[in-house]
Every structure is written in C-alpha cells, then in structure tokens.
C-alpha cells in the first residue's frame, strides 16, 4: 500500500500531499507526530525501532511516532498508530508542535512539523515486531544520561524533544 503524507508550510497549513517516499526523498515539509507514554512512576515507554525501518532503524526513540493520512485528524493518526505500533490504546493529550529537520545517510531527509503528544498508561505492551523490535520504561533522568554517552544510539527527532520534557 502506498502512503501519503500533508505536505505543509512553517505554520501548519496544508499545502497539498505527495506519496510518503518522495517527500522524504525531497526533503519537503509534512505533518507528524510524536507519542511520549509514561507510566505511573513517571517513566517513559521506549521502543526500539526496528531493524527493517526505511531509516533510524535499531535506534531507540518515542513510544511511537508517525504521519497522519491526508485528511485524518493528527490526534486520531497518532492513537491509531499507537495502537498498530505498540499495541496501546489510551487518551493522548496534546502538549506542543516542534519543527525539524534532519538528513540521513540513505538519502532520506525528515522535515516535520511535529505534534506532540502525551499520555499515561499502565497496561500491557504488545509492539509489532516489523515496527519495534524492543521496548523499556525509564525515568527521563536516566534517558538524558544515556543519551549524553551513546547519543548514536538514538533518534535525531528523539534527541530534541526530549530537552522539552
């Protein structure tokens, strides 16, 4: 199945869609989002991105994170994919949006207006192994620490919203 992504402006404001690939081959602005899920001891649900990831594969990052459809209302991108993802169903609540960019080795470049979510959750975790190969629950502390001695080991995007937490 092919994927589309909204292709967007500085603002947020749709300016058309354009097949996911290419607009990662092109490096062109598109919505996303970012799901940050703590539990009830304040640590944070880490996924391991899979090795077959187009790219930061292996690297560990947010619960989940993804592009809405053209026409799909970001929250409900972002709990569906939660859900596809790492088996999670739970509410989000929205904390900012976050512009980046970012160029990887394959080519590829992320350039996204991200919307961040957050929630808090307690049940169980059932990744999709095509999607997260592994997962983890730590407090931020921990998180920044590791971060500053392995910070290769980590998302680009990861990385910078972190420092908002």
């Known amino acids: 199945m092919v994927e589309y992504v909204t292709l967007v402006n500085q603002n947020d404001e749709v300016i058309g869609e354009m097949e996911k690939m290419q607009a990662h081959e092109l490096g062109l602005l598109h919505r996303a989002f970012s799901v940050f899920v703590f539990n009830s001891k304040n640590e944070l649900l880490l996924q391991k991105r899979s090795s077959v ?51 990887f080795g394959n080519g590829l470049t992320e350039h996204e207006v991200d919307h961040i979510f957050i929630a808090v959750y307690d049940g169980n975790v059932t990744p999709d192994p095509a999607e997260a190969e592994a997962y983890k629950w730590q407090p931020i502390s921990q998180i920044k620490s590791e971060i500053k001695t392995n910070p290769e080991g980590f998302t680009f995007w990861f990385k910078e919203i972190i420092n908002l937490f």
């Open 53 to 103: 990831k187009y790219h930061s594969s292996g690297l560990w990052t947010n619960t989940c994170c993804g592009h809405p459809r053209p026409d799909e209302e970001v929250k409900a991108a972002a709990k569906r994919r939660l859900k596809e993802e790492m088996g999670i169903f739970c509410e989000l609540n929205f904390k900012q949006t976050f512009l980046y960019k970012a160029k």
